[in-house]
């Protein structure tokens, strides 16, 4: 069973960047795609982006489209998101996510309810 483990939040100025880092402990990390969700305070958590398996597709939500960048490196068993020009709006608990589905690995999914194996999430707050 895979493991996900978050790190790389913090409280940044708008305008400003972070770099969030998930570190997947198990062999079959390689073979999952792998999402970044976000939770606001008082609000349903939502997607944020995706990676399939061999990180040759990508997706993102709008509202972080030309800003956020996902990427993975198997060998490290690491997924890594690029956050830049952040916004107020960008504050929020962020979560590492996996897909465990075969099928689902070759492409990239938004539906919260495909991904089974979830870290414990860190924190991103963005000053104005």
């Known amino acids: 069973q895979v493991q996900l483990v978050e790190s790389g939040g913090g409280l940044v100025q708008a305008g400003g960047s972070l770099r969030l880092s998930c570190a997947a402990s198990?062999?079959?990390?390689?073979?999952?795609?792998m999402g970044w969700f976000r939770q606001a305070p008082g609000k349903e958590r939502e997607f944020v982006a995706a990676i399939s398996w061999s990180g040759g597709a990508t997706s993102y939500a709008d509202s972080v489209k030309g800003r956020f960048a996902l990427s993975r490196d198997n060998a490290k068993n690491t997924v890594v998101l690029q956050m830049n020009s952040l916004k107020p709006e960008d504050t929020a608990v962020y979560y590492c996510a996996a897909d465990s589905s075969y099928i689902r690995s070759f492409t990239t999914t938004p539906r919260i309810s495909n991904y089974d194996i979830w870290g414990q999430g860190t924190q991103v707050t963005v000053s104005s």
């Open positions: 198990g062999r079959t990390f390689g073979r999952y795609a």
